[in-house]
């Protein structure tokens, strides 16, 4: 089962399919996550699932191009929000996530696909080694100095 964060406001779960799984198994997680108030997707076990494949690679495009000046970090965000329909731009959504927790499923999805196409952007690593790791260090795309992590998700999901 691969919960969203934050777990006690998000409904998808991933349920996660291996080579090995029985139907009986699968169903079981199925109903369990129906019953704890959730949204169940059956995927594939593959590197990153569905929601990480997709989402993680968005945001070290987004983090790329702040590297290569194309925008600065608002102009981006603003793009995806407003351009996109995405309720939060990808540099804020990667300090929610966390810088740190971006670069490791980068390399996962890396190392897993055994391509370059998943190569974190040296920006990522870069703030990754000076402990600018988003919400939780303060610090990221964004300053987070005079917010909780509390606030910052009430404020995101009142909407």
Known sequence: MHFMNPV???????????????KSTLNT???????IGKSPV???????FVANKILIPMINEAIITLHEGVAGVEEIDT?????MAHPMGPLQLADFIGLD????????????FGTDK???CPLLI?????GKLGVKSSEGFYSWKHQTKDLIVSDYFKN
Request: net charge positive; proline share 6%; with cysteine.
């Open 8 to 22: 006690p406001i998000m409904k998808l779960i991933e349920v996660i399919k291996g080579y090995s799984t029985s």
């Open 29 to 35: 997680i199925m109903s369990l996550s129906k019953n």
């Open 42 to 48: 059956e995927v594939k076990d593959y590197p990153g």
């Open 79 to 83: 793009v995806m929000k407003l351009g």
């Open 101 to 112: 927790v971006c670069l490791a499923i980068l390399k996962v999805l890396q190392e897993g």
């Open 118 to 120: 998943y190569a974190p």
């Open 126 to 130: 870069n703030m990754v080694t000076a």
